[in-house]
């Protein structure tokens, strides 16, 4: 009996000093304390994981290789994405036509094509000023689009006003393209299917979501220890 009394003791001390240590590291979150430094550039960072990464820049270590072409990456996501050039895997899907993509980046590039925002770059400056052009901009947050309808319709996440509403429910939204979505819960709609098990969806988002479970991709990562998860919900429970 004093054998399993010790073991609980021992269990419960390890548990407690764990949770020390991550309640540690996570406090570096909102302390911004960056303990650990690189010696080669003088780089800080909170966590000794991101680091190690950061390191394979100076070094030119790359310890992630790519089992059908070969090639190498310093970090598993950089991998994981290249992987796609091979099965042709697109997990980020547009709500609005359809289209998909191999990375979240030129999802949202795309997505400007709907919504008229602009990112302003030095060139698009230098046209402003030297050939008059005059972006709109929104003048509560400085957020700029190509199209004043579009600045209109960003302005209503400012002053709340939504001026499209659903027919059925009388719920209302902000954006035309948001009742467009709400609407597919009405009518059952699931335009987005899986192209392995032919599960559907009426979200793009969830189909992305859903796809992690075949491809093991696990792109939600904690800041504290480093797990990863496939879900996102998971992750905050996890937190």
Same mark, same amino acid.
């Not at 310093?74 to 991998?79: I, K, Q, Y």
């Not at 600045?151 to 209302?172: A, D, F, Q, R, V």
């Given at each position: 009996?004093? *054998?399993?009394?010790?073991?609980n003791?021992?269990?419960?001390?390890?548990?407690?000093?764990?949770?020390?240590?991550?309640?540690?590291?996570?406090?570096?979150?909102?302390?911004?304390?960056?303990?650990?430094?690189?010696?080669?550039?003088?780089?800080? *960072?909170?966590?000794?994981?991101? #680091?190690?990464?950061?390191?394979?820049?100076?070094?030119?270590?790359?310890?992630?290789?790519?089992?059908?072409?070969?090639?190498?990456?310093?970090?598993?996501?950089?991998?994981?994405?290249?992987?796609?050039?091979?099965?042709?895997?697109?997990?980020?899907?547009?709500?609005?036509?359809?289209?998909?993509?191999?990375?979240?980046?030129? #999802?949202?590039?795309?997505?400007?094509?709907?919504?008229?925002?602009?990112?302003?770059?030095?060139?698009?400056?230098?046209?402003?000023?030297?050939?008059?052009?005059?972006?709109?901009?929104?003048?509560?947050?400085?957020?700029?689009?190509?199209?004043?309808?579009t600045?209109?319709?960003?302005?209503?996440?400012?002053?709340?006003?939504?001026?499209?509403?659903c027919?059925?429910?009388?719920?209302? *939204?902000?954006?035309?393209?948001?009742?467009?979505?709400?609407?597919?819960?009405h009518?059952?709609?699931?335009?987005?299917h899986?192209?392995?098990?032919?599960?559907?969806f009426?979200?793009?988002?969830?189909?992305?979501?859903?796809?992690?479970?075949?491809?093991?991709?696990?792109?939600?990562?904690?800041?504290?220890?480093?797990?990863?998860?496939?879900?996102?919900?998971? #992750?905050?429970?996890?937190?």
């Amino acid at each position: 009996m004093w *054998f399993l009394s010790c073991i609980n003791a021992f269990v419960i001390f390890v548990v407690n000093h764990s949770l020390k240590i991550v309640m540690t590291r996570h406090k570096h979150i909102h302390t911004g304390d960056k303990a650990y430094h690189c010696d080669i550039c003088g780089k800080s *960072f909170s966590l000794n994981t991101n #680091l190690t990464k950061h390191k394979h820049t100076h070094t030119g270590e790359k310890p992630h290789h790519c089992d059908v072409c070969g090639k190498s990456f310093s970090e598993n996501c950089s991998l994981t994405i290249h992987k796609r050039i091979h099965t042709g895997e697109k997990p980020y899907h547009c709500d609005i036509c359809g289209k998909s993509f191999s990375r979240r980046s030129q #999802l949202a590039t795309h997505k400007r094509i709907h919504t008229g925002e602009k990112t302003i770059s030095f060139w698009t400056l230098t046209n402003v000023f030297i050939q008059g052009k005059i972006p709109y901009h929104c003048d509560i947050c400085g957020k700029s689009f190509s199209h004043s309808t579009t600045l209109t319709s960003h302005k209503h996440i400012h002053t709340g006003e939504k001026p499209y509403h659903c027919n059925i429910w009388g719920k209302s *939204f902000s954006y035309r393209s948001d009742v467009v979505r709400h609407k597919r819960t009405h009518a059952g709609e699931k335009p987005y299917h899986c192209n392995i098990c032919g599960k559907c969806f009426s979200r793009s988002s969830e189909l992305t979501s859903h796809r992690h479970i075949h491809t093991g991709e696990k792109p939600y990562h904690c800041d504290v220890c480093g797990e990863s998860f496939s879900q996102k919900r998971h #992750l905050s429970t996890h937190v």
